[in-house]
């Protein structure tokens, strides 16, 4: 029950894409197609924005994306905005009925 | 309108015991996996608990495994925690989340409970 691991930051400027990994193993990542994504502003509540490796919630838009290759999954965000700004999380369903989250990613829009 | 409202955090010494309730509505909770994530302070999430819609599974992380017991009461759509043996490492935001489907996503998230445990 390892956490998945994170860059602990990434930054781009408005408009730019930017890309965030996240490194299982073959015990979560790798095994299961069940790693979702999640976005949170300071003080509040995690919120989903990709399921199922690359699916979009409702709402959410579609400048969010996913993506995954072996133990990595990766979310992109485009033409980054700052509303962006934030801490994202990856989060991978790790067998047993249980999950394991990411170390966390806090996103800067420069 | 889905809502997961948290209570029963506190201050709380360490040996102590806590029991955390997560109210729901807006939704079926029967028909629902439920789980508890919780949050240190400046850290990231960790899941702690999940349980099967009529309570008959339940599975934790091993850091609370022994300590921690998660229950539902589905007539009154609620969710608990109780926490014993409390450690210093396990001061944290708790927060319920309601899983999509077995093994999904978190969808819908309370706005967390801090449980402080300190001398």
């Known amino acids: 029950q390892s956490a998945l691991t994170q860059p602990a930051s990434v930054s781009g400027s408005p408009g730019q894409s930017i890309t965030i990994s996240c490194t299982g193993t073959?015990?979560?990542?790798?095994?299961?197609?069940?790693v979702s994504w999640y976005q949170q502003h300071p003080g509040k509540a995690p919120k989903l924005m990709i399921y199922?490796?690359?699916k979009r919630p409702s709402g959410v838009s579609n400048r969010f994306s996913g993506s995954k290759s072996g133990n990595t999954a990766s979310l992109t965000i485009s033409g980054l905005q700052a509303e962006d700004e934030a801490d994202y999380y990856c989060?991978?369903?790790?067998?047993?009925?249980?999950?394991?989250f990411g170390t966390g990613t806090k996103v800067t829009v420069l | 309108e889905v809502q997961l409202v948290e209570s029963g955090g506190g201050l709380v010494q360490p040996g102590e015991s806590l029991r955390l309730s997560c109210a729901a509505s807006g939704f079926t909770f029967s028909s629902y996996w439920m789980s508890w994530v919780r949050q240190a302070p400046g850290k990231g999430l960790e899941w702690v608990a999940n349980i099967r819609q009529d309570g008959s599974e339940k599975y934790y992380v091993d850091s609370v495994k022994g300590r921690f017991t998660i229950s539902r009461d589905n007539a009154k759509n609620s969710l608990y925690l109780h926490m014993n043996s409390l450690r210093a490492e396990d001061t944290a935001v708790y927060y319920c989340?309601?899983?999509?489907?077995?093994?999904?996503?978190?969808?819908?998230w309370g706005q967390g409970t801090l449980v402080t445990v300190s001398s």
């Open positions: 989060c991978s369903y790790a067998g047993s009925s249980t999950y394991v």
């Open positions: 073959s015990s979560d990542v790798g095994t299961y197609n069940l």
């Open positions: 199922e490796v690359s």
């Open positions: 989340a309601r899983a999509w489907f077995h093994g999904g996503p978190f969808d819908y």
